[in-house]
């Protein structure tokens, strides 16, 4: 099964794909992989609380915040894998490493090699964050970035079985609420 699931920063949307996945995972491993590369005390402090939120859940960690498809011959094809989250996943590919320069070519990178990671591994809980509604204009960064996370969320939306949205402590299920 592959899912994506998207919405506001802070609003549980980790929790509930931590609980998704884990129902999941019953004939292989639960592995959650991490996507963010902290980068200041802020980063720090939220990558400590998500391990200590996940703590006993039995899921094995991959940090892999770059280059999904350079561990592909470590994908556990039966696994399950909570992939948390799209969002830092593209902020470091289209960011990171380049001297103060947008790499717009990222959103097509990434995307690609999530559609070929969902495609390997039998289960997939996807997160993202919806970036989309909060202001009118943006510097030329933020407008890429959001145009690129637009780019992959469809795509990866698109080829999944369910879609949800955390919204104002609702949960929208735009397909597949039947399988959840």
């Known amino acids: 099964m592959k899912i994506y699931i998207s919405g506001g920063a802070k609003n549980g949307k980790s929790m509930f794909a931590q ?20 980068r200041d005390n802020e980063d720090d402090a939220r990558v400590l609380r998500h391990r200590k939120e996940r703590a ?39 960011f990171g490493g380049m001297s103060g320069k947008i790499n717009k070519p990222a959103a097509k990178k990434v995307a690609n090699e ?22 009118a204009f943006y510097d030329e960064w933020t407008d890429s970035y959001r145009e690129g996370l637009a780019e992959v969320d469809r795509a990866v939306a698109e080829k999944c079985d369910v879609v949800a949205e955390f919204s104002c402590n609702q949960i929208i299920f735009y397909k597949g609420a039947e399988l959840v």
Request: proline letters at 1%.
């Open 114 to 135: 999530l559609l070929a990671f969902s495609d390997a591994v039998e289960n997939v809980v996807f997160v993202s964050d919806n970036i989309f509604c909060d202001a």
């Open 19 to 38: 609980e998704i996945a884990k129902k999941l995972s019953s004939e292989g491993h639960l592995w959650y992989l991490a996507t963010m590369e902290p």
């Open 56 to 94: 006993g859940w039995g899921f094995k960690t991959a940090e892999w915040g770059r280059n999904i498809a350079l561990h592909s011959e470590e994908f556990d094809c039966k696994g399950t894998y909570l992939v948390d989250s799209v969002t830092a996943l593209l902020s470091n590919e289209m």
